[in-house]
T-cell receptor, first 115, second 113 residues
Framework: EAGVTQFPSHSVIEKGQTVTLRCDPI?????LYWYRRVMGKEIKFLLH????????ESGMPNNRFLAERTGGTYSTLKVQPAELEDSGVYFC?????????????FGPGTRLTVT | LAKTTQPISMDSYEGQEVNITCSHN???????ITWYQQFPSQGPRFIIQ???TKVTNEVASLFIPADRKSSTLSLPRVSLSDTAVYYC??????????????FGSGTQLTVLP
């Protein structure tokens, strides 16, 4: 079974540019999460999808960040325009619909560098 | 969410048993204790989860005393490949509850040859 995949693995962009990160969850997982770790800080929750619906987006830092999950499969996270403080590693995770657990399956992350 | 406290770092040698303790004095009745492991350049990986007493799987054991104010992750006979950051998380995993994970600073375990 394929795990959670993320693309790209690395992205280097200039301040003011736009970047779109993609996450493909494990097939059949209705729950999809985005997290990020900025330099020197802890991993922080951004938002949670259940299928195509945003269940919780309390962690999104501002309106420069837009997450979508059309069709309830893969998800994209767009940063527009990117700022220097957006640099960090963005993780995606997924979990099945059923079951109550803190077991989430994480992807390898996308390292974003804004210069 | 209950606040957790763990050592920032630990060193061990190959073949030794490693115990990482996490304090969670404000744990609530419905809270479970979950541990994640993270290797460099990878996302966190679920290791083990428990509510009370002892839980064991093929990777680790989790010991939780009766008052549940702390927990200990035990890794038997570590190898170099166990070098990673270990996170202790505490929260209510019941259905309908928020599913977001709250990571602390974690414990950097370094296994030496």
């Amino acid at each position: 079974e394929a795990g959670v995949t993320q693309f790209p693995s690395h992205s280097v962009i200039e301040k003011g540019q736009t970047v779109t990160l993609r996450c493909d969850p494990i097939s059949g997982h209705d729950n999809l999460y985005w997290y990020r770790r900025v330099m020197g800080k802890e991993i922080k929750f951004l938002l949670h999808f259940v299928k195509e619906s945003k269940q919780d987006e309390s962690g999104m830092p501002n309106n420069r960040f837009l997450a979508e999950r059309t069709g309830g499969t893969y998800s994209t996270l767009k940063v527009q325009p990117a700022e220097l403080e957006d640099s960090g590693v963005y993780f995606c995770a997924s979990s099945p619909r059923t079951g109550a657990s803190y077991e989430q399956y994480f992807g390898p992350g996308t390292r974003l560098t804004v210069t | 969410l209950a606040k957790t406290t763990q050592p920032i770092s630990m060193d061990s040698y190959e073949g030794q048993e490693v115990n990482i303790t996490c304090s969670h004095n404000n744990i609530a009745t419905n809270d479970y204790i979950t541990w994640y492991q993270q290797f460099p350049s990878q996302g966190p990986r679920f290791i083990i989860q428990g509510y009370k007493t002892k839980v064991t799987n093929e990777v680790a054991s989790l010991f939780i005393p009766a008052d549940r104010k702390s927990s200990t992750l035990s890794l038997p006979r570590v190898s170099l490949s166990d070098t990673a950051v270990y996170y202790c998380l505490v929260g209510d995993i019941g259905s309908g509850s928020a599913r977001q994970l709250t990571f602390g600073s974690g414990t950097q375990l370094t296994v030496l040859p």
